[in-house]
T-cell receptor, first 116, second 118 residues
Framework: AQKITQTQPGMFVQEKEAVTLDCTYD???????LFWYKQPSSGEMIFLIY??????QNATEGRYSLNFQKARKSANLVISASQLGDSAMYFC?????????????FGKGTRLSVIA | ETGVTQSPTHLIKTRGQQVTLRCSSQ?????VSWYQQALGQGPQFIFQ???????GRGNFPPRFSGLQFPNYSSELNVNALELDDSALYLC?????????????????FGAGSRLTVL
């Protein structure tokens, strides 16, 4: 079974609008972390935001927020006030266990295109 | 604080050859991980090194091997290259305790080495 599912291969958003990128996950471990990374065409994976399984509040980092719905096992990324520079691939990833040493498992990604 | 740098950025090999990819981590980052990203896919974990010893491995055959050096650099070696080895290879590192962000150990990634096998 897929550990991380991103159902949107591609998304378009108008500049200055908000956009939600979907991510669902599958784990039986009560301790896990969820990450979102941005990958521009240069190839580098850029960390955006993190949500721990025990965190009570949804994570926010500037224009990025994570809509964490634990019972539904979803961790959607919300980008507010989209900018042209937000055009990139976006990957949701999960780390299971509390040690921080287990590897990240990535979804297949969503390609976001911001239109002027 | 400099980032993670990888070399070469692009290379082309033929089937059956061997390749070595290099990564230079940030100072103090004693955990390094390598990931393979095939076209149109998310990265897949190859292996992880901590203090110069492998301490985790994904579903990759033994012809994928690595080394980590005391100067925070590392190598990924792939023998007997196959066409399916064509991919972007990403190196990622973190400090002890990680780049702690709300309790997370955040990996810092390089820009990758794009390998094409003909």
């Amino acid at each position: 079974a897929q550990k991380i599912t991103q159902t949107q291969p591609g998304m378009f958003v108008q500049e200055k609008e908000a956009v939600t990128l979907d991510c669902t996950y599958d784990t039986s471990d009560p301790s896990y972390g969820l990450f979102w990374y941005k990958q521009p065409s240069s190839g580098e994976m850029i960390f955006l935001i993190y949500q721990g399984s025990y965190d009570q509040q949804n994570a926010t980092e500037g224009r990025y927020s994570l809509n964490f719905q634990k019972a539904r096992k979803s961790a959607n990324l919300v980008i507010s006030a989209s900018q042209l520079g937000d055009s990139a691939m976006y990957f949701c990833a999960m780390r299971e266990g509390g040690s921080g040493n287990t590897p990240l498992v990535f979804g297949k990604g969503t390609r976001l295109s911001v239109i002027a | 604080e400099t980032g993670v740098t990888q070399s070469p950025t692009h290379l082309i090999k033929t089937r059956g050859q061997q390749v070595t990819l290099r990564c230079s981590s940030q100072s103090g980052h004693n955990t390094v991980s390598w990931y393979q990203q095939a076209l149109g896919q998310g990265p897949q974990f190859i292996f992880q090194y901590y203090r110069e010893e492998e301490n985790g491995r994904g579903n990759f055959p033994p012809r994928f091997s690595g080394l980590q050096f005391p100067n925070y650099s590392s190598e990924l070696n792939v023998n007997a290259l196959e066409l399916d080895d064509s991919a972007l290879y990403l190196c990622a590192s973190r400090r002890p305790g990680g780049q702690v962000v709300s309790g997370a150990n955040v990996l810092t990634f390089g820009a990758g080495s794009r390998l094409t096998v003909l």
